[in-house]
């Protein structure tokens, strides 16, 4: 029987449907020359770096939707291919290494993906994002006009670009990916590479332009980026750069912070200078810029680049464990708020700048309709009173002021009025710890590589440990033997000593079973041995913690060991013997023991003795079994007391620690000035505490219902005793605001159970983040009802906004002054 007519209406219906989704829904991103335009249309685009291997698929939407919350338009991430191919040519998208699950968050929430797939990446990642195999490829050369290099690298760009382009991710199809990005900074370091850099340049140029993608290019930091590659700029202020004519102004890397490293102190960047920043940025012309990070995150198992923190908060507007670092989060999504409120000017408009002298630039941008303005005194000492169109406008050093009618001031870089908070950390409530965490322990067997000298591989040289190892562990022994007769000369008079010229990484070294001494960063080791009649065994242990990621040819640093490795002797004449072993036979193992056995996966039925904890013992693992804290705050567990090792939490790696790598001494300020450039020493705190104390464990790694297990390696030596699990909640909240704003404050989910402070007038004092402790006093000026006020709107409240007004806060003696409102609350 033939089919109905309405049957093949149907299902004509149906196919017409399929075809308008794969099809209709394509977004054209371009440019103007001016704007990034999006179906004709020129964009203000406001985006955030977050890193999806540095945080959990759980995490994801909560980001996304903070990000969103923020005011981004954009997510902005690098893919990183050693992650992703550990092993050549073999693939690991699961987990949070799910890139394609990753966009698709940042779909759903509506948001754009700018996708830089480098594969270069830097990133303060493990050999900036490059698999080490590369490196051990034979006749590879990286990042230059090197056909092995080339071809890899256009193996992998190709196989990412495919896996989006099948899930229809990119613009041109429908999908989120407005732009894509093909190398990273190559512009600073080509020069390195001589003429071959150009060549490399000018083929990762065609390469990315050959795939097809339907959406523009971008190289960062590419002055002479070959046509149509846009040009972008990254750093701390990119208001004076200049685009290649007919380009448009693009910022991908605005640093809200910066990363960490072991031994350094943390870093802080105000909001009063990010939002300076940013709207200088767009007062000059600006299309588009990224917060780099908007989200840091962690660096989970061995992902982190060389001495670089398991930690990368980076001091962004969402803190490592997703939470909002306020007042930076709210002060930048008032900002994006206001330029949105002007984005047809900013991109349509005629400019006019106008240099006022002493630092002070107004800018307007007019259509017929109507006209935006900027009012920038970029004077970093003092403040502006500025006649402007017939008004007069109060301009504070180092910041700018936007008027989006050219009338009213809507927002000020220098006026904070978001709630600054301030986290607390709480003890784990589901356990009383951490007297009740029961520690178990083994040593790491380390005989058969410091007694025996036993490995795998035997060579009659030093290896540098990324051709030995492969980056398939931290660890590699470096063992020999040296016979010594007894009428050798050596045995003079004095000690012997064993002198190791190393590349800076961790030293560990044995004599014939003993250990002699360790180094966190060997260069000149050197110590005193004790040796015997015949044969010695000489084992070092040498422990890298992440390769160097930037540089011309920061590839080819080396690590490990590559000598000399000598012993220094004197003879019955005071004369130097020297022996040089670096020739010797020497025999190499990658790895430890207790790794390759997994101890730290908790399925595993190895015996754990509870007898004669050791403490400051090297080499030895611990393990105990805790309750998850109640709850949805994040989680942290405080290393305090311990050395330098690896830690898992029910078979995850939750990173490197290292406690006792205490940061230096110098560099700390007890004020921070946001006036004045940012560089990543200005503002720093914390000096000579532990780098490191606290280390995240995501929610996702822990069961609710069950014994969790954290097992630790400990390298150096250290006492688990004091080890505890806590949560991080907002503990006060403190807020500064002018007049004629509103005032919100909210203690994130709990209620506001007191206020401790509040004052109408001119109160001084800060309530920071940059130091905790910090607090308000009372001004000159203040009116008195201000208190009751606040505890009648705000007290048992989850969060309250009050209108600052000085209709309804009396400041009977304040004068002709800006006052503004001071509270600070308890959560
Ligand atoms: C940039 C680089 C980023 C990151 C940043 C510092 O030069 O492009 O990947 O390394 O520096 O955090």
């Known amino acids: 029987m033939p089919p109905s007519k309405n049957f093949t209406l149907a299902l004509l219906f149906c196919f017409s449907l399929i075809l308008l989704n794969s099809y209709a829904s394509a977004i054209k991103v371009s440019h103007d020359g001016r704007s990034i335009t999006i179906d004709g249309k020129p964009r203000i685009l406001l985006s955030g770096s977050i890193h999806y291997p ?163 290019w971008i190289m960062c930091q590419q002055n002479d980026a070959p046509d149509p590659m846009i040009n972008t700029c990254n750093g701390y202020y990119c208001d004076q750069f200049t685009p290649k004519p007919n380009y448009p102004k693009m910022w991908t890397e605005n640093w809200t912070g910066w990363f960490k490293s072991w031994g350094a102190s943390d870093p802080y960047r105000t909001a009063e200078d990010l939002a300076f920043a940013v709207a200088k940025f767009f007062q000059f012309g600006g299309t588009f810029q990224n917060y780099y990070m908007y989200h840091g995150g962690t660096n989970f198992g061995r992902v982190a680049a060389g001495y670089i923190t398991t930690s990368y908060d980076y001091n962004a507007p969402l803190d490592e464990y997703g939470a909002l670092n306020q007042p930076k989060w709210g002060h930048l999504k008032q900002l994006h708020e206001t330029l949105k409120s002007m984005e047809y000017t900013l991109t349509h408009g005629n400019i006019t700048a106008t240099d006022l002298g002493n630092n002070v630039t107004t800018t307007v941008y007019a259509t017929e309709e109507s006209s935006s303005c900027f009012l920038c005194n970029s004077d970093y000492k003092l403040d502006a009173n500025i006649s402007f169109r017939g008004t007069n406008y109060f301009v ?162 080396p690590a490990g060991i590559l000598g000399p490795v000598v012993l220094v002797g004197q003879n019955g004449d005071d004369e130097s013997v020297i022996k040089d072993l670096s020739g010797h036979k020497w025999s190499y193992k990658v790895g430890l023991h207790g790794l390759t056995n997994k101890l730290f996966s908790s399925e595993k039925a190895t015996k754990w003795s509870s007898e004669n904890l050791p403490v400051n013992t090297t080499m030895t693992w611990y393990k105990t079994t805790f309750k998850a804290p109640l709850g949805t705050d994040p989680v942290v567990v405080d290393l305090q007391g311990l050395g330098k090792g690896n830690a898992w939490v029910n078979g995850h790696s939750i990173g490197r620690y290292w406690p006792s790598f205490l940061a230096k001494t110098d560099g700390c300020s007890d004020e921070c000035d946001y006036r004045g450039k940012y560089e990543s020493k200005k503002c720093n705190s914390k000096c000579g505490e532990p780098t490191q104390r606290w280390y995240h464990i995501p929610r996702s790694f822990m069961r609710d219902d069950d014994e969790n297990t954290l097992v630790l390696f400990e390298e150096f030596g250290g006492d688990p005793s004091l080890v505890k699990f806590q949560t991080i909640a907002v503990g006060s909240v403190c807020a500064n605001a002018y007049e004629n704003n509103t005032l919100e404050l909210a203690c994130d989910g709990r209620s506001i159970s007191a206020i401790k402070f509040a004052s109408f007038g001119n109160p001084q004092g800060t309530c920071g983040s940059f130091k905790n402790g910090t607090s308000f006093t009372k001004g000159t000026c203040d009116g008195s009802n201000a208190l009751s006020i606040i505890q009648k709107e705000c007290v048992g409240k989850e969060k309250c906004s009050i209108d600052v007004s000085g209709d309804k806060f009396d400041s009977t003696n304040c004068g002709d002054i800006v006052k503004r409102l001071a509270v600070e609350a308890v959560c």
């Open 54 to 216: 540095r945080s959990t698929p759980e995490m994801w939407p909560e980001l996304i939707k903070k990000s969103k919350e923020g005011g981004l338009d954009a997510i902005e991430t690098y893919v990183f291919w050693n992650a992703h191919a550990p092993v050549r040519r073999q693939y690991d998208f699961t987990g949070n290494l799910d890139l394609i699950k990753f966009i698709k968050t940042a779909q759903d929430a509506g948001l754009y993906v700018v996708l830089r797939i480098g594969p270069y990446v830097c990133a303060e990642w493990n050999y900036g994002g490059l698999p080490v195999w590369l490196h051990n490829l034979p006749g590879c050369q990286i990042r230059t006009a090197n056909d092995v290099f080339m071809n890899e690298m256009k193996n992998f760009t190709t196989m990412i670009v495919d896996m989006a382009k099948r899930e229809k991710l990119f613009a041109s199809q429908g999908g989120p990916i407005i732009m894509a990005q093909i190398e990273n900074e190559y512009g600073d370091v080509e020069w390195w590479y001589g003429a071959a850099g150009k060549v490399y340049r000018d083929w990762c140029a065609n390469f990315a332009e050959s795939l097809n993608v339907g959406v523009p």
């Open 396 to 557: 504070p050093a180092w910041s700018v002021s936007i008027l989006p009618d050219c009338k009213t001031e809507a927002y000020n870089t220098a006026k904070v009025n978001t709630q600054t908070t301030v986290k607390v950390k709480r003890n784990n409530k589901a356990e009383d710890e951490p007297q009740s965490l029961h520690w178990t322990w083994r040593p790491e067997n380390i005989d058969e590589t410091k007694i025996l000298g036993k490995g795998e591989v035997v060579v009659n040289h030093l290896m540098e440990q990324k051709e030995a190892a492969n980056d398939e562990s931290d660890y590699l022994w470096y063992m020999t033997s040296v016979d010594l007769k007894k009428d050798d000369p050596i045995w003079g008079k004095n000690n012997i000593t064993l002198r190791i010229n190393g590349t800076g990484c961790i030293l560990h070294a044995y004599v014939n079973g003993e250990h002699i001494g360790s180094d966190q960063a060997a260069r000149n080791f050197e110590r005193n041995v004790t040796l015997k009649d015949g044969r010695n065994i000489i084992s070092l242990l040498s422990a890298t913690t992440g390769f160097s990621n930037y540089g011309g040819g920061y590839d080819l640093q």
